[in-house]
Nanobody, 122 residues
Framework: QVHLVESGGGLVQAGGSLRLSCAAS????????MGWYRQPLGNQRELVAD???????NYADSVKGRFTISRDDSGIGVYLQMDTLKPEDTAVYYC????????????????WGQGTQVTVSS
């Protein structure tokens, strides 16, 4: 079993910053790609940013220049630094992992965290 646990969400005023963290657990050897998605109330889930094991990154146009994604040294944790937050960034943010290999050799295509709420007030 693979578990992703997010933390760092909360309420912030427009222009402020938050840092989201996601830690993976479950005897994981490696993860190919990790990322953050968000789902505003009443809308579909959308990609915010992702990062491959080689460090290459991809951002949604709406967050470019404001958000920064990074992985920790273990390779099974991911962060999202969110600066200059806007009310339209309000959503539940989900951590995502793809291409997960465990020490036992089990391969998982994808895993999701439970989500963390980010609310930006105007």
């Amino acid at each position: 079993q693979v578990h992703l646990v997010e933390s760092g969400g909360g309420l912030v005023q427009a222009g402020g910053s938050l840092r989201l963290s996601c830690a993976a657990s479950g005897s994981i050897l490696s993860i190919k790609n990790m990322g953050w998605y968000r789902q505003p109330l009443g809308n579909q889930r959308e990609l915010v940013a992702d990062i491959a094991s080689d460090g290459s990154t991809n951002y949604a146009d709406s967050v470019k220049g404001r958000f920064t994604i990074s992985r920790d040294d273990s390779g099974i944790g991911v962060y999202l630094q969110m600066d200059t937050l806007k009310p339209e960034d309000t959503a539940v943010y989900y951590c995502n992992a793809q291409g997960i290999t465990s020490y036992s050799g089990t391969y998982y295509l994808r895993s999701w965290g439970q989500g963390t709420q980010v609310t930006v007030s105007s």
